[in-house]
């Protein structure tokens, strides 16, 4: 038995929260302002229920974008489903926590990645990912002026090696 704190859960468990907390206040009040989140996941993680013409188009990640057109967000303490449109369709998306590999606001400049979490890798071979976009390319893309890029925080860096 491994007596050691893992901090790293510990952190990527707080930084959830902040997602959780985000998504919450935005069901309950809306986003102000210019606010709007990026919410990045894998699609073909367990739990995850997405159209079967996105989990075709987006075979390993997919970016979600709620700023002006999304309906009925709920948060569960494992999950959240959200309604969004596509093709002029409302379609409601199921995303497991676990799932998120990226989220963002990039009207105020801020950013978190998870890691790959112990039970995709367990679940998933590993895969070639160099043709996904990183947290700072989606950030880019905004009409946010490149020297108001998002602060990323990547647990990675504090991992044993």
């Known amino acids: 038995m491994d007596d050691e704190i893992n901090y790293t ?10 997602v959780r907390n985000s998504l919450r206040h935005a069901a309950e009040f809306g986003l102000p302002g210019d606010q709007h989140f990026y919410i990045t996941f894998k699609t073909h993680f367990p739990g995850v229920s997405v159209p079967r013409h ?18 009925n ?3 569960e303490p494992d999950y959240f489903t959200v309604d969004l449109s596509f093709n002029h369709k409302r ?3 199921k995303v497991p926590f676990d799932a998120l590999t990226a989220f963002a606001d990039p009207s105020v400049q801020f950013g978190l ?7 995709e890798a367990e679940a998933a071979p590993a895969t070639d990912d160099s043709d996904e976009k990183t947290m700072e390319e989606v950030l880019e893309e905004t009409d946010q ?6 602060e990323i925080i990547t ?6 090696k």
């Open 9 to 18: 859960k510990m952190v990527e468990t707080a930084l959830m929260d902040v």
């Open 54 to 71: 996105l989990a075709e188009r987006y075979k390993d990640e997919m970016t979600i974008v709620l700023q002006h057109q999304f309906w």
């Open 73 to 75: 967000i709920v948060v």
């Open 91 to 93: 379609e409601t998306l």
């Open 113 to 119: 990645q998870f890691s790959t979490t112990l039970a």
């Open 145 to 150: 002026p490149q020297e108001k890029q998002g």
């Open 155 to 160: 647990l990675d860096a504090f991992r044993k």
